[in-house]
T-cell receptor, first 110, second 115 residues
């Protein structure tokens, strides 16, 4: 089976940089992805890593180290609208489906 | 292009009643998923489908059934609702290909309360 761990809450101020960590235990690994979910809304895809290293998408970057079973999401130039929950997810079952982490609630303060 | 739609958006059931949640996607995606999300928690996979006419169990399948008779539709059934099934239900889909293997498109969710 798979299990993922994330911090439950993170708080930062507008304009700052924040890192949300994700560690995982898997029987097989097919990549790590990140989703954002605003209160009352649906999850939306942000980024993914299939291989080690950093992937950059605008203000968001995601990092993966397969040897450490670890990844993170980096959010730069934080804005109030970034206040949301962030979930990491690994692909499971030969890549057919996904297991989500418990989520990290990010609060951006003015 | 509506993406992924879910019907209904809200529903209140009494214990023992049955209902069907409908998910529809217009992106010609092969893979479709049903998740439930309880307060303050992540998404847990109920059932999924890798193509028309196929279904498989996820992490928490008990008390639910699914059908994928048409590629664009994925139905989730509750035969005899229980208060433990009070949750927000999300449907998602994805296509083939490298990026699509990681990017799921989610519907807006169905908020179900079982009293």
């Amino acid at each position: 089976g798979q299990s993922l761990e994330q911090p439950s809450e993170v708080t930062a101020v507008e304009g700052a940089i924040v890192q949300i960590n994700c560690t995982y235990q898997t029987s097989g690994f097919y990549g790590l992805s990140w989703y954002q979910q605003h209160d009352g809304g649906a999850p939306t895809f942000l980024s993914y890593n299939a291989l080690d290293g950093l992937e950059e998408t605008g203000r968001f970057s995601s990092f993966l180290s397969r040897s450490d079973s670890y990844g993170y999401l980096l959010l730069q130039e934080l804005q109030m609208k970034d206040s949301a929950s962030y979930f990491c997810a690994v692909r499971d079952n030969y890549g057919q489906n996904f297991v989500f982490g418990p989520g990290t609630r990010l609060s951006v303060l003015p | 292009n509506a993406g992924v739609t879910q019907t209904p958006k809200f529903r209140v059931l009494k214990t023992g009643q049955s209902m069907t949640l409908l998910c529809a996607q217009d992106m010609n995606h092969e893979y479709m998923y049903w998740y439930r999300q309880d307060p303050g928690m992540g998404l847990r996979l109920i059932h999924y489908s890798v193509g028309e006419g196929t279904t498989a169990k996820g992490e928490v399948p008990d008390g639910y059934n699914v059908s994928r008779l048409k590629k664009q539709n994925f139905l989730l059934g509750l035969e005899s609702a229980a208060p433990s099934q009070t949750s927000v239900y999300f449907c998602a889909s994805r296509g083939p290909g490298l990026l699509a293997a990681y990017e799921q498109y989610f519907g807006p969710g169905t908020r179900l309360t079982v009293t």
